[in-house]
């Protein structure tokens, strides 16, 4: 049984979702995503599950993608996990529509190179 996990397999798993949260997230304001507790949530989850497959990808992969922010990602990955009760909702909200969008161009740019 072949269960191998190469850079692809990582890299489609944070493609699919970033596309979801592109999807959960098209004119969404701030206020709904402040008060709709199961959409956070469920933002913040999708969120970690793409720092945690970024690291999962080789260093081999990341040296030759400068320019996706594999420390950024990291580092709200901890921010979420660590300090969920003080989390930052601007920054989430900027990050859910302005860095993801621009991020998922990064990863559907690369998509024929995996």
């Not at 191998?4 to 970033?18: E, M, P, Q, S």
């Not at 507790?37 to 081999?60: P, Y």
């Not at 161009?105 to 998509?111: I, K, R, S, Y």
């Amino acid at each position: 049984m072949d269960n191998v996990k190469t850079d692809a397999y990582f890299a489609n798993k944070i493609r699919d979702d970033l596309m979801f949260v592109r999807r959960h997230t098209k004119n969404l304001d701030i206020e709904e995503l402040r008060t709709n507790e199961l959409l956070l949530d469920s933002m913040l989850f999708r969120l970690i599950r793409i720092s945690e497959n970024a690291r999962k990808m080789s260093d081999g992969y990341k040296s030759e993608h400068p320019e996706i922010p594999w420390v950024s990602i990291y580092g709200l990955r901890n921010r979420i996990v660590h300090d969920y009760g003080n989390v930052d909702l601007r920054i989430v909200y900027e990050t859910l529509t302005t860095d993801i969008p621009n991020l998922l161009g990064l990863f559907e740019n690369d998509q024929e190179e995996v």
